[in-house]
């Protein structure tokens, strides 16, 4: 009886080590912070939407931005090439965020803003309507791509 009790535990410790040997440890994913937003980035966005004849389509922006970063907050600076003192805010959420404001003294406004950051974040692709003084509303897409890249897995 003692032999089978022992066979019976031999048997179950083998499958218990052959179980848990099998599984592969994970790789350790890549884990983002917001501070890796920081820094300077180059824009380039354009109407989503051609309105005005190809022609006279001239509203293509190409300019540097800087994002800074408070907490989940990012900072960007410059946005739309509007000047260092024009500034959106966004609270990130995973890899995207949402965004309003104004800019150029309360006469452009910015509404239904959206980012979504890619490619191990550094590139960020974000879209917004936009309405001017006048009231006249264009839907612009931008995208946002970091001049030094600094990926950091934890």
Do not use: R
């Amino acid at each position: 009886m003692k032999t089978i009790k022992n066979i019976l535990a031999a048997l179950m410790l083998i499958t218990f080590a052959a179980t848990f040997s099998a599984c592969e440890e994970d790789s350790p994913e890549t884990i983002h912070s917001v501070s890796e937003l920081s820094g300077t980035w180059s824009w380039s966005s354009k109407l989503s939407t051609d309105s005005k004849p190809k022609e006279e389509n001239n509203d293509e922006v190409y300019c540097t931005v800087n994002i800074s970063t408070i907490n989940n907050q990012i900072v960007i600076q410059n946005f739309q090439n509007q000047g260092s003192n024009e500034t959106i805010t966004a609270d990130v959420k995973g890899d995207a965020f949402d965004f309003s404001g104004t800019l150029a003294n309360g006469t452009l406004e910015i509404t239904e803003g959206h980012g979504t950051i890619l490619s191990n974040w550094t590139v960020i692709n974000i879209s917004y309507t936009i309405t001017n003084f006048y009231g006249v509303t264009d839907k612009i897409t931008a995208t946002l791509t970091k001049t030094s890249v600094t990926a950091k897995k934890k």
